[in-house]
C-alpha cells in the first residue's frame, strides 16, 4: 500500500508539472519562466534549491557522528550561499536580464571565459544531480522490500523527473517546488512531533544530543583544524554562488524586490529547518538504541528510513517517504535542468548564433534528455558513494574556476579578461596539484588552496600590462517576444 501511495504521488507531481508547461511558449519561459514568478513561489523554490536528499538522509547521518561541526558545509555553508546571493548578486544580476549565469561572464570577459565557466559550472552538476538520483533508488529499492534493485529504482525517479522538466523548464519546476516544499515542511514536522513523543519528549532528545556533544560546531584551536572548518565551510558557502540553478531562480522573479527578499528568506529557512531532520535521526538513538547503533556502524543514511518503516504507523511513513520524495524531485528537477540551459545558450550557440527561438527550445530540451542519461549512468557508477560526499565534492571545482571572475568582475571595475584567464587557470590548476600530489591536500584544504591561486591570478593579471585583449561581448537572445539584452 505504501508502495502504491508513493508511485500515485509521482503521478500526481507529473501530472501538475504538465500542468505547467502550458505555459511554456519560449526559452525564457522554459530557462527562467519569463520572470513572472511572485516572491512567495521564489522562496519555495530557493528552499528546494538545496534540500534534498543529503540534507533528509546525508546530514542528519553527519550530525550523528561530528557533530554540527561535521556538517558546517551543508546546511550552514549552503544556505549562506543563498542569502550572500540575494545580498550581494541578486539585484546586480537581475538588472542584467540575463539568461542564464554564463551570459555575464561572457558580457565581462568575453566568449573563451564564458565557454569554460559553462564547462565548470555543467561539470559541478553532475555529482550534485547523481546525489538525488541515489536517493530515489534507495526509497524505491526500501519501498519494494529489495524487488526493485536500487539502479532499477535510479531509472525510475530519473524518469518521473524527466517527463515534466522536459516539457515545462522552469516554470514546471518552479510549481511543482511550491507544492512538494508545502508537503515536505509539514510532513516532517508532523513527524518530528510524533518522534518526540516516542522518545519521551522533545527535551530528552536534546539532552542525549548534548551528552554526546552534537551541538559543538567551532573547530579545536589549532590552525590545522582552523583551515579544514573554512574549507569546507566556503565549498558550498562560495563555490554555490556561480550556479545556474541559483541564478536561475533570482532571474525567474517578477521583480528585483523579489528576487532579493526572496532568495534571502529561502535561505534562512534552509539553515533553521535543516535542523528538523537531525532532531529526527537523534530521537532515534532513544527509540530503536541497539538499531541504530549499528546502523551508524553500517550504513549512517539508513537510520531515519528504518525508524520510519520500523517503528512508526503507516500514516507517518506516508508522510515520510512523501516528503523525502518532495525534498528529492524538486531539488533534482532543478539541477538537471540547470546544465542543459547552460549547455544550449552558451556553447551550442556558439555553432549555431542565429538559430530561431523555436530550435533553441527544442535543442534545450533535447539537452535535458541527454544529461538525465549521463547522470544516471554516472549515479549507477558511483553506487555506493555516501550521498553528502556526492554533494560536497560537486562545488569544489565552481568555487575554484567560476567563483572568482564572477565577483571580481562585478565589484572590481579593473578586472580584465588577462586577470580571469590567470583566475581559472591557476585556480583549476592548484586545486589539481594539491589532489594529485601524495600528502598536500592532508596539510591544506585543496579548494582553499585553488581559491587563493584564482584571486592571486585575478588580481596579478588585472594590475599588469594587457597583454590579452579585454573583451566584452554584448549578450542578445533571440525569442518570439522582446530580445533580451545582457552585459
Not at 325 to 334: D, E, G, R
Not at 373 to 385: D, F, N, P, R
Request: aromatic share 12%; charged share 10%; with cysteine.
Amino acid at each position: 500500500m505504501l508502495l502504491f501511495m508513493v508511485i500515485a504521488y509521482l503521478f500526481v507531481t507529473i501530472g501538475i508539472g504538465l500542468w505547467a508547461a502550458r505555459r511554456v511558449k519560449n526559452t525564457a519561459d522554459f530557462a527562467i519562466a519569463g520572470r513572472h514568478l511572485p516572491m512567495y513561489m521564489i522562496i519555495t523554490t530557493t528552499f528546494a534549491t538545496w534540500f534534498g536528499s543529503e540534507i533528509v538522509l546525508g546530514v542528519p547521518a553527519k550530525f550523528i557522528e561530528g557533530g554540527l561541526h561535521a556538517v558546517v558545509e551543508d546546511p550552514f555553508g549552503a544556505g549562506m550561499c543563498l542569502i550572500l546571493v540575494g545580498l550581494f548578486f541578486a539585484g546586480k544580476l537581475y538588472r542584467m536580464t540575463l539568461l542564464t549565469i554564463s551570459d555575464y561572464y561572457r558580457g565581462r570577459f568575453g566568449r573563451g571565459i564564458e565557454v569554460v565557466c559553462s564547462l565548470i559550472i555543467m561539470l559541478s552538476y553532475l555529482g550534485w544531480v547523481s546525489a538525488q538520483v541515489t536517493a530515489l533508488g534507495l526509497v524505491f529499492n526500501l519501498l519494494s522490500g529489495d524487488l526493485i534493485s536500487v539502479p532499477w529504482g535510479m531509472a525510475i525517479g530519473v524518469l518521473s523527473i524527466l517527463v515534466y522538466t522536459l516539457w515545462g523548464g522552469m516554470w514546471s519546476v518552479a510549481v511543482t517546488d511550491f507544492i512538494q516544499m508545502i508537503i515536505l515542511v509539514l510532513g516532517l514536522v508532523v513527524l518530528a512531533f510524533f518522534a518526540a513523543d516516542m522518545a519521551g519528549g522533545a527535551d530528552k532528545v536534546i539532552d542525549l544530543a548534548t551528552s554526546r556533544d552534537l551541538f559543538k560546531f567551532w573547530p579545536e584551536p589549532s590552525w590545522h583544524e582552523i583551515l579544514f572548518f573554512f574549507g569546507a565551510a566556503i565549498t558550498m558557502m562560495l563555490g554555490s554562488i556561480p550556479q545556474q540553478d541559483v541564478f536561475q531562480r533570482v532571474m525567474s522573479a517578477n521583480s528585483e524586490k523579489a528576487a532579493v527578499r526572496g532568495t534571502v528568506i529561502g535561505g534562512t529557512a534552509y539553515i533553521f529547518f535543516a535542523f528538523v531532520p537531525m532532531f529526527l535521526v537523534a530521537s532515534a538513538l532513544l527509540i530503536m538504541p541497539e538499531e541504530a547503533t549499528a546502523l551508524l556502524g553500517d550504513d549512517p543514511q539508513k537510520v531515519l528510513p528504518t525508524l520510519v518503516m520500523d517503528k512508526m504507523p503507516v500514516v507517518m511513513q506516508v508522510l515520510f517517504f512523501g516528503a523525502l520524495l518532495s525534498a528529492i524531485k524538486s531539488c533534482a528537477s532543478a539541477t538537471l535542468l540547470a546544465p542543459s540551459v547552460t549547455f544550449t545558450e552558451n556553447i551550442w550557440r556558439q555553432f549555431r548564433p542565429m538559430t530561431s527561438d523555436r530550435e533553441n527550445l527544442l535543442t534545450m530540451r533535447i539537452s535535458v534528455l541527454v544529461f538525465a542519461a549521463c547522470v544516471l549512468t554516472y549515479s549507477i557508477l558511483m553506487e555506493g558513494t555516501p550521498i553528502y560526499e556526492l554533494v560536497s565534492s560537486a562545488y569544489q571545482v565552481p568555487l575554484v574556476g567560476a567563483f572568482v571572475p564572477l565577483v571580481f568582475g562585478l565589484y572590481w571595475k579593473r578586472a580584465s579578461t588577462q586577470g580571469a584567464i590567470a583566475a581559472v587557470t591557476l585556480g583549476i590548476g592548484v586545486w589539481l596539484l594539491f589532489m594529485v600530489v601524495p600528502g598536500w591536500a592532508d596539510v591544506f584544504p585543496q579548494q582553499l588552496a585553488g581559491l587563493l591561486a584564482a584571486m592571486t591570478g585575478m588580481v596579478t593579471g588585472s594590475l599588469l600590462p594587457q597583454w590579452i585583449t579585454n573583451r566584452r561581448d554584448e549578450v542578445v537572445h533571440y525569442t518570439s517576444d522582446t530580445p533580451v539584452v545582457g552585459v
